[in-house]
């Protein structure tokens, strides 16, 4: 079946640094992914939609700046958190769609990263 | 815009009980309804599915009905397992074909299930 991996599954930096996410979709190829945010007994907020070769986009009240979203192959997404702060620890978990199975079949996530800024 | 929710737990049950985790939500449209299952340290996965009125979907001994009456897509099992235990999220996409953006989730029930 799909595969999602991503890296790192915990990560823990010091406030100012900016922390890099991997989401590889490991046995299709993914042109759309998508990106959440959960805090501590919170929903899965989506942050942005990833699409391969273009811009991605956005939710309302997400700082584009703060995390860059590049989906520079057919495989790979990556989730850069810049400049990060307390504030922004949290659980990020991206997911994907394999375009091959029809639309109603549901999205594979990856197992998450929890960030931790000290 | 879209909005789902769902019975906060933890929920605590004993081995062999019966398992109901409501879920309503809000969406225009005709949503497609997910039920999806994290055990300890891994990621979501697809429980099950519905993507229309009146349809169940099911697996695993789990099941559940698009009641769009209601508004509802309750999770249900006969007899739950330990191996059960974990945190189900009830969820929705509307997208034409329920699948072409992302999904809004509900906050999570995390269940417990005692020997």
């Known amino acids: 079946g799909a595969v999602v991996s991503q890296h790192p599954s915990r990560v823990i930096c010091k406030s100012g640094t900016s922390v890099k996410i991997e989401c590889r979709s490991l046995?299709?190829?993914?042109?759309?992914m998508f990106w959440y945010r959960q805090f501590p007994k919170q929903s899965l907020m989506l942050m942005a939609t990833?699409?391969?070769?273009?811009?991605?986009?956005?939710e309302q009240g997400v700082e584009k700046d703060k995390f860059l979203i590049n989906h520079a192959s057919l495989t790979l997404s990556t989730l850069t958190v810049t400049s990060a702060h307390p504030e922004d620890s949290s659980f990020y978990i991206c997911?994907?769609?394999?375009?091959?199975?029809?639309?109603?079949?549901?999205?594979?996530f990856g197992s998450g990263t929890r960030l931790t800024v000290v | 815009g879209n909005s789902v929710t769902q019975m906060e737990g933890p929920v605590t049950l004993s081995e062999e009980a019966f398992l109901t985790i409501n879920c309503t939500y809000t969406?225009?449209?005709?949503?497609?309804l997910f039920w999806y299952v994290q055990y300890p340290g891994e990621g979501l996965q697809l429980l099950l599915k519905?993507?229309?009125?009146?349809d169940k979907g099911s697996n695993k001994g789990f099941e559940a009905t698009y009641r769009k009456e209601t508004t509802s897509f309750h999770l249900e099992k006969g007899s739950v397992q330990v191996s059960d235990s974990a945190v189900y999220f009830c969820?929705?996409?509307?997208?034409?074909?329920?699948?072409?953006?992302?999904?809004?989730f509900g906050k999570g029930t995390h269940l417990i299930i005692q020997p």
């Open positions: 997911s994907a769609r394999d375009p091959n199975k029809g639309y109603n079949y549901g999205y594979t």
């Open positions: 046995d299709f190829q993914a042109t759309t």
């Open positions: 990833s699409n391969e070769g273009s811009k991605a986009t956005y």
């Open positions: 969406a225009t449209g005709y949503p497609s």
């Open positions: 519905a993507t229309k009125a009146d």
């Open positions: 969820a929705l996409s509307s997208a034409p074909g329920g699948g072409a953006d992302g999904l809004t």
